[in-house]
């Protein structure tokens, strides 16, 4: 077994059975270099090649090299997966065609009957998914502020086996204290599953604070490079585990092979990546918030940020999303069809900056009384700060901000 753990990881790293031919010791940027690849058994080839195929002839009955049809199984998705599952910490990993499909393969752990609490501010696809659509078999969602311990614990029933929780989340940035929440899920038998799509596991890992499952969208952080739609599941527990795998293959929303080899080329480079992210996403953050114009900036790498000091213990600086409040549509408008580098559009993590209008965009499916009560305002705005020149985005958003 190996401990993957990253530069400021305790001593006690969190086991694996990942076969990867890492030191026991291995750090954050070699682990998503290396860990679930080594070199093609035919070729040599240093990167994981793409397999293509969608079935695997065997040797004889019953006898094949461990692949049969290509929803099962394929060597590419392998590969992603053990190497997914090494980044996070966990025990295994699940590779989906969307992060939506793979929250909704969380989703088919449950039961009729079953409850869920989940974060109060997450993302419309997500509230989509809960209340549209799992909420006709007779399971329950309870949306809670999880940046409350306490409202956690109230909202915890007999009933519930999840608690789904965002941190930051989407767009308002709000923290949860992940190992307090996971002490008051785990003392009711719940499960904790932990969207780390904001953040990226080079900023958090979540399971070294208890989070039993951690799920992304890989088409975010992890690919980088916007070019390719996934999820990922990482799990912790032999049992979820050994359902996962059945429902993988059962529902048969896979990854597939040129989308897997995609997000791995992505994780090779996630360290440097989010360096970047990060200094580019406080650099942005301190311009807006001293602008006249910018009302208030949601980042939690800024002092006034109500968790700053759970940003500070909890995360590996304070990444490359934000948003900020302008007082209306008009002037969010005004500014959005102002912006020449930022390209105005949906998704987050890539290494260009995006900018989007969340209350019409990533959460128009959330009722208005809702976003209202969160704070999703008609004035916000959200940027996912890519990788460019930090002058260049600063002078992009004052020229627009001098229209507004």
Aim: hydrophobic share 40%.
């Amino acid at each position: 077994m190996h401990g993957i753990r990253r530069p400021d990881a305790p001593d006690n790293p969190v086991p694996t059975d990942i076969p990867v031919k890492l030191p026991s010791h291995a750090r954050f940027s070699t682990v998503c270099l290396h860990a679930g690849q080594t070199p093609d058994p035919a070729t040599g080839a240093i990167i994981t090649p793409i397999y293509q195929t969608s079935t695997y002839v065997q040797d004889a009955l019953g006898q094949h090299k461990g692949f049969e049809y290509g929803r099962t199984q394929n060597p590419t998705r392998s590969a992603v997966e053990a190497n997914l599952a090494a980044i996070e910490g966990g025990q295994a990993g699940f590779a989906f065609a969307s992060g939506m499909a793979a929250i909704g393969a969380i989703a088919s752990m449950l039961k009729s009957g079953d409850h869920v609490v989940v974060s109060d501010n997450t993302y419309g696809g997500t509230f989509r998914l809960f209340d549209k659509v799992l909420s006709r078999y007779a399971l329950t969602f309870s949306y809670v502020d999880t940046s409350d311990v306490n409202a956690v614990a109230a909202a915890l029933t007999p009933q519930t086996r999840l608690l789904f929780v965002e941190t930051p989340t989407n767009p308002l940035m709000k923290l949860t204290d992940l190992k307090a929440v996971a002490e008051v899920a785990h003392a009711q038998q719940v499960r904790l599953v932990v969207d780390n799509t904001f953040a990226s596991p080079y900023i958090q890992q979540p399971i070294a604070f208890g989070a039993d499952l951690v799920v992304h969208s890989t088409t975010k952080y992890l690919n980088g490079h916007s070019d390719s739609v996934g999820g990922i599941v990482v799990a912790t527990r032999e049992d979820d585990i050994e359902w996962l795998k059945f429902v993988q293959n059962a529902a048969g929303a896979i990854l597939s092979p040129f989308d897997s080899w995609l997000v791995l080329r992505g994780t090779k480079t996630l360290p440097i990546r989010m360096m970047q992210h990060n200094a580019n996403g406080l650099a942005l953050a301190q311009f807006l918030a001293a602008h006249p114009k910018v009302r208030r900036v949601h980042y939690p790498g800024l002092p006034d940020h109500p968790q700053h000091a759970l940003a500070t213990r909890q995360m590996r600086g304070f990444g490359g999303m934000l948003a900020f409040e302008l007082g209306s549509l008009e002037q969010a408008r005004t500014l959005l069809n102002g912006v020449r580098l930022h390209a105005l559009a949906e998704s987050l993590g890539g290494v260009e900056s995006l900018i989007s209008h969340p209350a019409s965009m990533t959460h128009a499916s959330v009722p208005a009384d809702t976003r209202a009560r969160l704070g999703i305002t008609d004035g916000l705005v959200r940027i996912s700060v890519g990788i460019e020149d930090i002058e260049d985005l600063k002078e992009d958003l004052a020229q627009a901000l001098d229209r507004v």
